[in-house]
């Protein structure tokens, strides 16, 4: 909720030249980083030898995926589909038992320690029991442990964002005669999404995790995570790389399509914090 | 105290209730999705408890003297990866904190590699350190101390900038030393944001040391134990649960570890919410 | 004919916890309508408390409540009055106009209504413009005025106000005490308002209602009988340290005869 006792100014509705200008500024550092970087990569990969075969360079990586782009892009797509089951189931149920530990407090009180509590627990060494009950070729394994992962932390911060209402603003609601359903709908969910975005954004790393890590213990021959463990076993380098490559973009684009409809449903709110 | 308590043995009951319910209930249904419940998926939760205290092979030490030192091996993995992500973590935010071009130039990648599955990248670190006269363990270590690294500097980033720009003002009226800034004004403002961070990074270090060991083939940790158990599934399926609630118990006591050291260094007030 | 007052107290005492605080004794009060009284009195008096009692948003231990001719809790779940707390609570993930309309969209009124509505309001506190601006956006006084608006946009009978000025710096606070003055002689409503501050009690009320330190009674009524409509000039008039001096004297006798504290710093002008 709004505080502001000192008097602020209206934001100006400013100059265009002058956001992009000041836009530069703060990324040229960055760019400039990256453009190093890559440049150094390059060069020092192609020139100290001797790791060379750990850590190619990224032409030859990037020449690897391009020639066995199917086999990488399926890949990709076969591991994406279980992270992303994994966070639908998973974050979804996370918001559904954080809106009824919300409505009847009394059990969210008494289950929110348990619940930060298995937070801590690495869900992702269960993953042979899920290949014991789904199979260990099945996406459904994968998905299940992904949902797992998943599940904690939405619920946990949704919850958070639920019942960290100002009491002045619930008072506000009885005053108009407000039942609980009006208070839960008019008050606390608006008042979570900061917090429900936040988490999600999480989950979407937490799947790809859990889809590709899990795979570490058994999976499909068509998996990201299987793919990378074989590569690297047989220090097949630009594979193994070119393999982990896939698995960042995914797991950069499945964040960012979250933070799209972040900024979408509140651009009320990023807008009023600022940068990051 | 005594409400806790009992607070926690019936929230234990009832997550024993559940399970064991689900498992009756299916079982006498006959119910084949999501999966088939017999005793082979699901052992009772009495089973894999009275586990812990077979021999875990024939003639062999106790199931849970062997979980016990497994889980000691891996702890100690994921301590000393905690400790060197941590420290490094904290040493990166502290020079990029003083230094505005390289706070500009890096932040955006430290940010970025959040949202890119790390984890991924473990067969690779222990190729590249394993056989170079290090012990085997170390890779293991590298990969906690990895996944470590990056909640720490960005929370530490935070909170040190979070510092009070009055306290700030008052240091420099004093004409106090960047050194001393940092540490009376700008460490103590990042302690909550430390602690966040240290959370959610107990846990990580834990689940970096347990998967490190997979591609190490490290036999002597809980990564070593859950492939090993996960063999003789067939024939003793309530050892690997058994070894999964060892590993859930160590993840849990990490983050207990953190949560009491928190309660000992910050002192914050209590919020005030609906 | 008399008409009927819009708060009536009736021996309204409340303690908190069994056995524990007693934060009101005995108040006895009547608001007839279009009064604009003022409660003062020092901290922890429970002229808080005995705002919300009337709002029913707590129960009185003992005593009557009747506003509007009806139980508190009916009057509430008519939605009989609006309320203006000190932190402007206004949401913000709504704009100006919005968080205006929000009590009328709970009320089920229809877009069109609400967006004339709502236009009305916010000519009358004066924020035209500011319509599709966010909460913090906006200076405090000028979340005040979106929150008296909020709590005027249905024509309440009765208008609850929370030290609704009390986070606001002094020159912004004689500013919007003037804006609620015209606010309240054009929408010819009856307020209840809450104070710490002598001078605004004083600048403001038809009586000034002092509250003695808990247990919390009322010590006196003062009736405030400068001229109306109040000007800059009121401030100046002899008569308006008169009253002043009434109320302060009456607070004073309220704590302790010859007590001087930090109560009274607290409730200085």
Redesign the interface.
């Known amino acids: 909720?709004?505080?502001?006792?000192?008097?602020?100014?209206?934001?100006p509705r400013g100059s265009l030249a002058r956001t992009v200008g000041r836009r530069a500024r703060d990324w040229a550092p960055a760019a400039i980083v990256f453009v190093v970087g890559i440049a150094a990569w390059e060069g020092l990969v192609r020139g100290l030898d001797v790791e060379r075969f750990l850590l190619p360079p990224l032409s030859d990586i990037l020449q690897t995926f391009w020639e066995q782009r199917d086999t990488f892009v399926s890949a990709g797509l076969f591991t994406f589909k279980e992270a992303l089951g994994g966070f639908a189931i998973g974050a979804s149920a996370g918001i559904l038992v954080a809106i009824v530990l919300a409505r009847w407090r009394w059990l969210g009180a008494a289950l929110l320690p348990y619940a930060i509590a298995a937070n801590a627990i690495p869900i992702i060494a269960f993953a042979p029991i899920t290949n014991n009950w789904f199979g260990i070729l099945s996406p459904a394994s994968k998905m299940a442990i992904a949902a797992v992962i998943c599940f904690f932390p939405v619920l946990i911060n949704t919850l958070r964002g639920l019942t960290s209402v100002?009491p002045?603003?619930i008072?506000?609601m009885?005053?108009?005669?407000?039942g609980e359903l009006?208070i839960f709908r008019?008050?606390r969910i608006?008042?979570a999404?900061p917090y429900i975005f936040t988490a999600l954004k999480v989950a979407t790393v937490l799947a790809m995790i859990g889809a590709i890590v899990g795979d570490y213990f058994g999976g499909s021959d068509q998996a990201l995570g299987i793919l990378i463990r074989r590569s690297a076993g047989i220090f097949a380098f630009e594979e193994a790389w070119a393999a982990i490559l896939v698995a960042c973009v995914l797991g950069i684009a499945f964040y960012a399509a979250v933070a799209l409809v972040e900024r979408l449903t509140?651009g009320?709110?990023v807008s009023?914090r600022g940068s990051e | 105290m005594l409400r806790r308590a009992l607070v926690f043995v019936a929230v234990l009951a009832g997550l024993v209730a559940l399970y064991e319910g689900y498992k009756w209930i299916w079982e006498t249904a006959g119910f084949t999705w999501p999966f088939v419940v017999n005793d082979r998926t699901m052992p009772h939760t009495w089973d894999i408890v009275g586990q812990l205290f077979e021999p875990s092979r024939t003639n062999g030490p106790l199931l849970i003297e062997v979980l016990w030192d497994a889980a000691l091996f891996t702890a100690k993995e994921a301590a000393v990866g905690f400790a060197l992500g941590a420290a490094a973590g904290f040493l990166i935010a502290v020079v990029l904190v003083h230094s505005g071009f390289l706070r500009r130039g890096l932040m955006p990648y430290i940010v970025a590699s959040q949202t890119v599955p790390i984890l991924a990248i473990a067969p690779m670190v222990v190729v590249w350190l394993g056989g170079r006269g290090l012990p085997p363990w170390f890779p293991v270590s590298v990969i906690a101390a990895y996944l470590t690294f990056f909640p720490v500097a960005i929370n530490a980033i935070r909170g040190l900038e979070s510092a009070d720009p009055r306290a700030l003002e008052l240091m420099q009226s004093y004409a106090a030393s960047r050194w001393s800034v940092l540490w009376k004004v700008r460490v103590p403002a990042s302690l909550p944001f430390l602690f966040a961070a240290f959370k959610i990074s107990a846990t990580a270090s834990v689940v970096g040391a347990i998967i490190g060991e997979l591609p190490a083939s490290i036999q002597d940790g809980l990564g070593g134990a859950i492939l090993n158990f996960n063999q003789y599934y067939a024939s003793s399926p309530e050892s690997l649960w058994a070894t999964n609630l060892i590993a859930a118990l160590l993840g849990i006591a990490f983050f207990l570890a953190v949560l009491g050291a928190e309660r000992l260094v910050v002192r914050r007030a209590p919020e005030h919410v609906a | 004919m008399t008409r009927a007052p819009v708060v009536a107290l009736t021996g309204v005492r409340k303690e908190f916890g069994r056995g524990g605080v007693v934060a009101l004794e005995g108040i006895d009060l009547e608001v007839a309508a279009g009064e604009l009284v003022s409660l003062i009195g020092p901290s922890g008096c429970g002229k808080s408390t005995l705002l919300?009692i009337v709002?029913d948003?707590t129960p009185p231990t003992s005593g009557e409540v009747v506003v509007n001719g009806k139980s508190a809790r009916q009057a509430?779940?008519?939605?009989d009055?609006?309320?203006v707390?000190q932190?402007?609570?206004?949401?913000?993930?709504r704009t100006v106009a919005k968080n205006i309309a929000?009590?009328l969209e709970?009320l089920g009124w229809d877009r069109k209504r609400r967006a004339e509505r709502v236009e009305e309001m916010v000519g009358l506190v004066e924020l035209t413009g500011?319509e599709g601006?966010?909460?913090?956006?906006?200076?405090?006084?000028m979340?005040q005025r979106v929150a008296i608006a909020r709590a005027l946009s249905f024509d309440p009978a009765l208008l609850l106000m929370d030290e609704p000025f009390g986070?606001?710096d002094e020159m912004?606070r004689e500013r919007l005490n003037m804006e609620l003055l015209r606010i309240w002689q054009q929408a010819e409503s009856t307020i209840l308002f809450v104070t710490h501050s002598i001078s605004e009690a004083v600048f403001l009320s038809t009586r000034v209602v002092v509250i003695s330190r808990r247990p919390g009674r009322i010590a006196g009524i003062v009736a405030v009988d400068l001229p109306q409509p109040r000007t800059v000039e009121t401030r100046e008039d002899p008569r308006f340290f008169e009253l002043v001096t009434e109320v302060r004297e009456l607070l004073r006798a309220g704590r302790g005869v010859g007590a001087v504290d930090a109560v009274d710093e607290e409730v200085a002008q």
């Not at chain 1, 909720?1 to 934001?11: K, N």
């Not at chain 3, 509430?76 to 939605?79: A, E, F, P, T």
């Not at chain 3, 601006?133 to 006084?141: C, I, M």
């Open positions: 909720m709004s505080t502001a006792p000192t008097a602020v100014q209206p934001l100002q002045a603003a008072e506000l009885r005053s108009y005669a407000a009006e008019r008050v608006p008042n999404l509140m009320w709110h009023s | 919300r709002g948003l509430r779940v008519d939605r009055y609006g309320m707390f932190d402007a609570v206004l949401y913000d993930w929000l009590p709970m500011f601006h966010h909460p913090w956006e906006l200076s405090g006084g979340q986070a606001l912004t």
